[in-house]
């Protein structure tokens, strides 16, 4: 079965930075795709970024490029997002979700539905 925990996340001044860290397990293999998604209050929850753990090429979205970076510890079975230089309007639940289905080439799952199993979310708020 396969579980993702999330740890991380709290208050933090505009300008600060924070990671989240997303521990997954069950897989059988390493041919999975882990994704970064936030829901800020009043909007629908967005994909913002993917890493694809059979070669750690990852994704950002535009909006976020520069300020917001995923990575991975294989040895750990950690997908890490950082966050830097924070705004106000990243305050957001932010959950990470995997799964293993096969993509075509070039597809960037940011969907809901491309995932399957979810993190129980974590509170991020940027406030002074």
């Known amino acids: 079965q396969v579980q993702l925990v999330q740890s991380g996340g709290g208050l933090v001044q505009p300008g600060g930075f924070l990671s989240l860290s997303c521990e997954v397990s069950?897989?059988?293999?390493?041919?999975?795709?882990v994704g970064w998604f936030r829901r800020a209050p009043g909007k629908e929850r967005e994909g913002i970024s993917v890493l694809f753990n059979k070669d750690g090429s990852t994704y950002v979205t535009d909006s976020l490029k520069g300020r917001f970076t995923i990575s991975r510890n294989n040895a750990k079975n950690m997908i890490y997002l950082r966050m830097n230089s924070l705004k106000s309007e990243d305050t957001a639940v932010y959950y990470c979700a995997a799964d293993a289905r096969i993509r075509p080439t070039g597809y960037v799952p940011l969907r809901i539905e491309d995932y399957g199993a979810w993190g129980q979310g974590t509170q991020v708020t940027v406030s002074p």
């Open positions: 069950g897989f059988t293999s390493g041919y999975y795709v």
